[in-house]
């Protein structure tokens, strides 16, 4: 299919336009032009004589001659590429027993023509019926570059299976079928050369054989069967089906097919109605069969060809060749439409340069060159013929511009939403900025300059200097209130006056054991505390012991038995014979539990190994009930309320126990003392109870617990002045801070103050 | 280790008991109570949630620390809660350049902090960044536990510190250390004398049951939030109980 | 996934001494003993799992940041241990270890304490100023000056037999008693939480 406006050739295998010039295909590599008989020069013959009288090539095969000789691109190169092409794999036939006849026909004959060429039958003929049927039954040949559509091949099998069983017949080489119609041989309408057909697609090759099908149906008439008059006739309607545009097939193909209907047309042969094609879809494919074939002088011009080796042939085929480029002649621009004109890189380069106004005009002029100026190919697929006679609204206005002009019903678009560029607004490059978008631009370049604008660091050592030095400042006065009592006696103050009852409960406890009697005293302080408790429980101690009790230490923690050492050394008076370690006791809770329950299980020796239990002081202990009393020395108020809930269940009215606490426990002991019966028999806290226990009792050093009670007094009040004056200085800081933040602007505010 | 002995206490105890886990789990089939609808706030682990995020951004290290609960003691409890919040914040912090430390004052609770960090890092796909280390006794008395607790807090980079366990006074050697480094400190524990301490010296304090309430706010656990409602609804048992009892007494109608 | 297992025998055991409490049948007692027991050597053997735990941690240190404070904690520890081995616990060498560098170590950060807490005092002041914060540290100082005597005058009239102990046992208890009544109550709850197996802290 040439087209006459640009000189270009459509591809009948893809549609693609190519170049007049072009032999084959550039994107799928199909011939664009049947190659020509062996007295027309191969490419890269150079014993054929182009020289040819031209009368003896065809018509059109003249004309391309004579248009493209001087103008003829050098677009395949002078050595053929080897591809590696084999003639047997394309002679190759299947030999399984599944084979059809036609395959085993293919067998016969290409055996033959490997060595001889052609057997005689096929070249007598003239055309290559056989050959094509041979050629169509062949197994696809992946080697075969020309076959592109397999749905092609599908078809081209349809009828080659047709086409071999109605196929005009030989000679006395042909089998049966084909020698009955060997009559009809000289008669029959020749569709092409045999080089013609191998270069053809199949599917061409199938059309050609339908035209001389129908042809050969055409000459022999009454001597074709009826199967295959309505075959000839069902192929004579299928090849003239789904025309195309004259304009758009080759000249040879529209021939032969015109050809064909007026052959069809002669035999008497029902002609299909012509009806106007469909309109191409976007996209469609065009089928061999849409196709039109050229008059029947085509076909007989191509009687007078020889058939050609197929084995030249396939050495003499062109491989597929890369895409070359190719320079168009200039006058391929003048027919570029005009809207493609006004994309030119030179109109670009004003549109650039050009201001904002003038892009609306060109886009209008874009608009009207599309919508006024449609390309042929677009005309051509207007459906003004699909239109139904009479419209479906003959009131509706006609359409007078676009793809759809001269139609009626069509759905009209307001004014308003026609994409005409003068319509829009103004489209230009000048961004539009708000004041608030100008703030937060400087306010973003203000930070991102401030950030290479090296800032003087914050000198830390000034930060951390005052609150070092306050720290100092305590720790002076502290040490200062600790150490003056012991290096100035006379700032010694008095004990504490008034006698708690809790205490006076516990020396009172403690001044009802007897000599000799056992003393349970569980030891369960943490080392840090042996300052404040030792001076509670010294005096206990001191007072237990000096009445001749045997005291029995037991912790729950693991440096219990070391603080009970170490209690133990500092006592007055202590005798080891009175003093029993029994370590420690694992299990918190539950191991407070089986002691109270069973004491000797639990801790059978002590951890030197000793009998402790056999010893006469202890050899009546066999329960807790059996201690004199419980003396629990500890500071934590968890601690204290295991003993109380362990075991003082298990103790009788007998053996009180007694709790020596911190002063940090006192408040949550008490309640235990105030119950009714009292759970816990007496109560020493601390320094004050140590001291005040001491006072009564007289046993423990009065010097050293006033010496201690006087310390603790006065790191108190140093203590309580400091934390009067710098509490105050600071509750005035923070009230003054706290106000400031009060008065600063919040972040919602800053936010709401710029957007409104 | 029944307190009175009595077959009556003993019921009544077992009642409590009994009543308390049905409500647990019936209030998590009915309603599962969510932060910030259906808890009231707590700013301070709304504050130890920000904190968090912050220290993954700032590539610092988030501390927890479990205190000194024995295992067979009720102070255990407190750990456990701390134990659980551990692990879900872990969860969320595995893949931060710095890893959660976790001190513990005990031997059992060493091992459990080790237990839950590997079960985070795993839970959170990170099995690999796990190691024994993240989890350590810092000392098995309580100042050496402080001091070794101190320690982390002031040379590990640590931008948050979670305390939720038993602890006694020295606690405030622990939040004395992260004043001076400009870190928050989020503290909550069951012993009394120390939640006075941390009143006055955590930047965040958790009173009383709040700690208790840690995993719920977390989201440590299916029933952590139940727990709560049913704790609140026992609490108001009790105060009924409690202002009722006072009034029969007064009364003197028993 | 945790292990099924440990679950298991964590709920079991939690149940069985539970109901062991609060029911007396003799086997359950018996079992409830039995269970109480095994946990108690178990809390023994923790003090070593303990000392092995800071151990590691400390060569780790070592390894990797050549601390000397690890140094020091390794070869005190390794003394002491030797030490008790080889004399007693109860000995003298190990109980003037025990005496000349725990014990006053021990109080030395103890009275730490003092500094630290009088310092935290000033500064709630500052960084929350507001009533509670001044009802906080005014309490502190009331609870302190009935706590000591004047020289010269001995304990505060008033605030010392009187004031010291209405704010001690009354606010201060009912406080605490409030307290300690929720820790109850979410102890309870954390205890059933582990023996319903919704936390498992134990194991994988």
Known sequence: MVNEMNDTIRCPMCGKPNSADAEVCRYCHARLTPLQSSDVPLPGDPEINAEEPESALPAWMRDLRDESSDALPDVLPDEEPDLGLETETVLDADTSADASPGDALWRETTDDAEEEGLPDWLKSLGDDTIADAALLAAPEDEDTEDIENTEDIEDTEELSATVEESAPQAEDNLPDWLQADAAAEDDAVATFSREDESALPDWLAAAGEAESVSGAVASTGDDLPDWLRAEAGSVAEDASADREDDSALPAWLAEGKDAALETAAAAGLPLPQEEAPAPLEPGAEIFPGDIETEPAETYADLDALEPVNAAEFIEAAQPPQPFVEVDLPEDLLTETPDWLKLLSPEVEEDLETSEAEAMPALMGDVADAVLGDLPPWLEAMRPVEAMPAGGADEDAPVETAGPLAGLRGVLSLPESSLTRPENLGAVGGRLVVTDQQKRQVEALQTLLAEEFVPRAAADGKKAKMPSNVLRWLLGLMLLAAALAPFLIPSLRVPPPGDILPAALAAHQHVAQVQPGQPVLVGVDYSPGFTGEMESAALPVLDDLLTRGATLVFVSTQSTGPGLAVHLADRTVGAETSHIFNLGYLPGGMAGLYTFARAPRMVLADTPDGQAMWQTPALASVHHLDDFAMVVVITEDTATARAWLEQVRPVLSANTPLIMIISAQAEPLVQPYYETNPPQVAGIVTGIEGGTTYAAMDGKTSPARMSGQWSSYSYIVLAAVLLMTLAGLYNLAIGWKEARARREMPDDDDIIEDETS | MSVTGSGVSDILGLIFVALFGLLMVVSRVLKQPRPGRDLRPLPALNRLRQAINLTVESGRRLHVSLGRGEIIHPRTAVAFVGLSAMQKLVEDTAVSDRPTIVTAGTGPLGILARSSLRSAYAAANQAGRYRATYGRVTGLTPFSYAAGALSVVRDETVAANFLVGSFGAEVALMTDGSQDDDTLTVAGTDNVVAQAILCASADEPLIGEEVFASGAYVGAGMLHGTSLLTQDIFRWLLIAAMVGGALIKMLGVW | ?204
């Open chain 3, 1 to 204: 996934m945790k292990s099924p297992f440990a679950t298991a025998v964590a709920m079991g055991v939690g149940l069985l001494v539970l109901v062991g409490y609060f029911v007396p049948v003799p086997v359950l007692a018996g079992l409830r003993l039995l269970l109480l027991q095994w946990a108690v050597i178990l809390a023994g053997v923790a003090l070593l799992v303990g000392m092995a735990n800071l151990i590691q941690y400390h060569v780790e240190n070592l390894r990797s940041k050549q601390n000397i404070g690890s140094v020091l904690l390794l070869a005190s520890l390794g003394l002491t241990f030797m030490l008790t081995l080889y004399f007693s616990p109860q000995s003298a060498p190990v109980q003037w270890l025990f005496s000349a560098v725990l014990i006053p170590g021990s109080v030395a950060l103890m009275a730490l304490l003092v500094f630290t807490l009088a310092y935290a005092a000033v500064r709630l002041l500052r960084r929350r100023p507001g009533v509670f914060s001044v009802l906080f540290l005014g309490t502190a100082i009331l609870i302190l000056l009935g706590a000591v005597a004047l020289p010269g005058i001995g304990s505060l009239p008033f605030i010392s037999n009187t004031l010291r102990p209405w704010l001690a046992q009354v606010p201060a208890v009912a406080g605490a008693r409030g307290i300690l009544l929720g820790v109850g109550l979410g102890t309870v709850a954390t205890g059933l939480r582990i023996l319903l197996g919704s936390d498992r802290p134990y194991g994988e």
